[in-house]
Structures are given as C-alpha cells and as structure tokens.
C-alpha cells in the first residue's frame, strides 16, 4: 500500500509540473506572424519518478485554475503523507469531532513539514448520508454522529439532523467542511439541497452564491503561481 501511495504522490507531482511546464503568457495567437506560442516560455520538466519518468512539457496551456485542484482522500497514513504534500483538498474519515480535528492538526503539521504553507490545504470530512424518510427519527444508537462501516464513514437521519451536526463539528473547528455522498441520490440530493443546506443558509453558515469562477476560487485556494515561471524570472534578474 506505501508502494502504491508513494506513485500516486509521484503521479501527482509530475502532474502539477506538467501545469505549470507552460508559462502563464507562453501563448501568443499572433495570426498576424502565425506565431501560437513563445517556445522560450514551455519548459521541461524531466521528471523521474520510482516507476515511470516525464519529460515534458505538457500539450496544452495552462488553466485558468494554474492547476487542477488535487483531491486526495487520506484514510489511510501513507495516504495522508501524500496528501500532506501534494493535495489542495483531503478527505478524512471520523466519527467523532475531536477524532477530525486531530486528523485535521496532523495533515497541516505535516504540509508545514513538507514545506507548504497549511493555507492552502482544505481538510473535509466525508459522509456517505443516508436521510430515509424526513419524519423519520434517527436509527437508535446514531444520534450522537455518524458511524464506521464498511463503505466508510455512515450518516443516517433527516435533513434537519445533518445539519445539526455539521453545525456542531464546524463550529468546533473539527473540518473546514464536508464532502457528501447521498446513498440514494434521486431521493437524499433534494433533502440536502432543500433542507440540510437551506438550514444552514439560514444559519449564515453556508454561502448563498458563488463569488468566484472557479473551483478554486470557490474552495478559498489561491491560484498557484508557476513554479518555472519564477526560476525564468530569478534568472533574468541575476
């Protein structure tokens, strides 16, 4: 599994310097000289990973994100350490607020020791919510939060009660927010949208619309500036 974790934070290293193998301005559309693009401004990155290696640079400019956000669910401790380093977003499983806070605390200490800025990483936590019948109390025995089971981290009750929790663990400082995935979309999506997430509109605790463009922007991450952008600059300064 460590084998595993270890390519995929490869993967996503070499991943985010392909993004920024192009610099912001590299484009130049020119149909005047027919010029596309400032070849001095694409970059190789030769990158050698303990599986597989990239030379570069990409095929495509890049986005207008810089780089795609990176999403990495970090269940697992090696999983962590690669999320640490490398993702904008982390997915955390707990069942207790004080248990996601914890896990929160170790993924930005260990960002920080990986020389990022704990900023720039968003911890969520993630529920697969079962909401049955609105007027249905909670089953016995998952008042008090959401359970372990075998599809991961289990929350069954109405719309009212999910919101309450959410409430209670942001409050608490436990996440920077949650990931949701309703067990039965068709039926649990319009409970979410309609009840859980009008009830904490209500509450001030959720937005009410989306200032920004991008996922990114709507995650409260800033654009990341392009890491052979600056070197090209340091040089021409020298």
């Known amino acids: 599994a460590a084998a595993l974790w270890q390519e ?5 290293d070499a991943g985010a310097r392909l993004w920024d193998s192009w610099e912001d301005d590299a484009e130049i559309r020119d149909v005047a ?19 597989f290696s990239v030379r570069g640079p990409a095929i495509v400019p890049r986005p207008p994100q810089g780089r ?5 669910d970090g269940t697992t401790g090696p999983a962590r350490e690669a999320a640490a380093q490398h993702a904008d977003v982390v997915h955390i499983r707990a069942t207790t607020p004080e248990q996601a806070a914890s896990l929160r605390d170790e993924l930005l200490r260990s960002a920080a020791a990986h020389g990022r800025d704990p900023a720039g990483l968003r911890v969520l936590v993630a529920l697969t919510v079962d909401l049955g019948d609105a007027e249905t109390a909670p089953e016995p025995g998952l008042r008090s939060g959401p359970q372990l089971a075998g599809r991961g981290t289990y929350f069954r009750g109405g719309p009212v009660d999910l919101a309450e929790l959410i409430t209670r663990w942001h409050g608490g400082g436990a996440a920077d927010g949650f990931h949701l995935t309703p067990i039965a979309p068709r039926r649990d999506l ?29 995650l409260g991450l800033a654009r990341p500036a392009g890491r052979y952008t600056r070197v090209s600059s340091s040089e021409g300064t020298s």
């Open 190 to 218: 319009e409970r979410i949208v309609n009840g859980t997430v009008a009830l904490l509109q209500h509450r001030s605790l959720f937005r009410t619309f989306y200032p920004g463009g991008t996922l990114r922007e709507h």
């Open 8 to 12: 995929a934070g490869e993967a996503a």
């Open 33 to 51: 000289t027919g010029r596309f693009i400032d070849r001095d401004k694409l970059h190789y990155v030769d990158f050698e990973g303990s599986t």
């Open 68 to 72: 795609p956000v990176t999403v990495i």
